[in-house]
């Protein structure tokens, strides 16, 4: 789930022109990080893991990932 101070609106206008696929690929990294946080943080302990959101640095930090590899709108 995302967290909730993600505001939907900014992050639309700044993936305007981009595909489906691009979106798709900004989410899916985007949960990919979110997970590799919490492990990180709780190498012994799990009980961390019911609670993974994807926060907005998760999402900006794989929006600049997508933009860097050549994909997406520049």
């Known amino acids: 789930p995302l967290a909730e ?20 690929a900004i989410c899916s990294m985007a949960a990919r990080s979110s997970i590799r946080r919490i492990v990180s943080q709780s190498t012994d302990d799990m009980s961390n893991a019911a609670s993974v959101f994807i926060t907005k640095e998760d999402i900006m930090r794989s929006l600049d990932a997508l933009v860097e590899s050549g994909r997406g709108r520049k």
């Open 5 to 24: 101070r993600i505001d939907l609106e900014e992050l639309a206008m700044k993936t305007e022109g981009f595909s489906g696929a691009d979106l798709a």
